[in-house]
């Protein structure tokens, strides 16, 4: 309880937003375009339910992240402007009115995510497979990438997502493990890391991804021990984005990191081998992922000529 008093009573201590976070109001013609297509098909965007700073680019762009399974999350993460509560059931119809949305959008690359949806057997896992499938059979040149929960207690959870095949498979750590109780209390930092590796075993194809927020008071020490820990797990991709403050009820930013830090920790984790990484003030786990994943796929390629 002391740590949630703590965090409240720093939410009175609003610090100002510096430029290097500022971003333009979305007011493009394909932002819109892209915006009717997905509420036409009824269909949820981590962008809007998550309020992403970089929905105007990724919009006009015709780039977006699909939430499956409801707008509704089982957890109560402290960083996390998606609500909680009872989510309702599966819409039966949602993977073959994703892949319907992907075709109409014309999208090379698509990121799909969901909520946590710890009421089910399987954590939703079947569901992100059917996706995938319907996608798959629709628009064979999409590239597919996932960004799911943890399956924590969800035996065959990763495995069946895993064996869907899709192009990437993300799963963010989010933040160091001694934040873990405040950030995110319904997750276990161990569990993300065996996610991750477990994914790389069962098909060492799928190229692999996690991200983390900087902000929160971390330390330096701790950012490196992470990056160390997911190469550990044979991660290939690292993002590292600033940590925004959804609503005063949210978890208190501790400071703004300045762009100077985000590209140290970028030449770290370039340095310990990961193959991709992403580093800046807004970088989210989706941003720019249709080009970072043909960049890290050309990287791959690049090494295994080599070797």
């Known amino acids: 309880m002391a740590d949630i008093h703590n965090m409240l009573e720093k939410n009175d201590k609003k610090l100002p937003r510096p430029d290097w976070i500022k971003v333009k109001a979305p007011v493009s013609r394909e932002y819109q375009s892209t915006r009717d297509v997905i509420h036409k098909l009824k269909l949820n965007t981590v962008c809007e339910e998550a309020a992403c700073p970089n929905i105007g680019e990724c919009w ?10 409801g707008d509704t999350c ?8 998606v609500k909680t509560g009872v989510p309702g059931a599966l819409n ?11 075709a109409e959008l014309k999208l090379k690359h698509v990121v799909i995510t969901s909520v946590d949806r710890d009421d089910l057997e399987d954590g939703g896992a079947e569901h992100f497979a059917k996706c995938i499938t319907a996608i798959r059979a629709r628009t064979k040149d999409t590239t597919i990438e996932v960004l799911t929960p943890d399956f924590l207690r969800k035996e065959h959870g990763i495995e069946i997502v895993a064996r869907a095949r899709p192009d990437v498979y993300n799963h963010n750590i989010e933040t160091v493990p001694r934040l873990y109780k405040t950030i995110r209390p319904g997750a276990r930092y161990f569990n993300s890391l065996h996610l991750l590796k477990t994914v790389k075993e069962i098909d060492p194809s799928i190229f692999t991804k996690s991200g983390i927020m900087v902000g929160l008071g971390e330390t330096k020490d701790e950012v ?3 990056m160390d820990d997911l190469r550990s797990a044979d991660v290939d991709f690292m993002t590292i984005g600033q940590y925004l403050q959804p609503t ?3 978890a208190p930013i501790d400071r703004y990191v300045t762009p100077d830090e985000f590209e140290y920790y970028a030449r770290q984790a370039k340095a310990k081998g990961f193959l991709m990484v992403a580093s800046s003030p807004l970088t ?3 941003y720019h992922a249709g080009d970072d994943f043909a960049e890290m796929k050309a990287a791959r390629d690049l090494m295994l000529a080599e070797q």
């Open 60 to 69: 006009s762009q015709k780039h977006a992240t699909v939430m499956i399974m």
């Open 74 to 81: 089982t957890r109560a993460c402290a960083f996390c402007n």
């Open 92 to 102: 039966p119809h949602e993977p073959e009115n994703l892949a319907q949305a992907i």
């Open 224 to 226: 490196l021990q992470v």
């Open 248 to 250: 005063p009820a949210h």
């Open 284 to 286: 989210r786990s989706s």
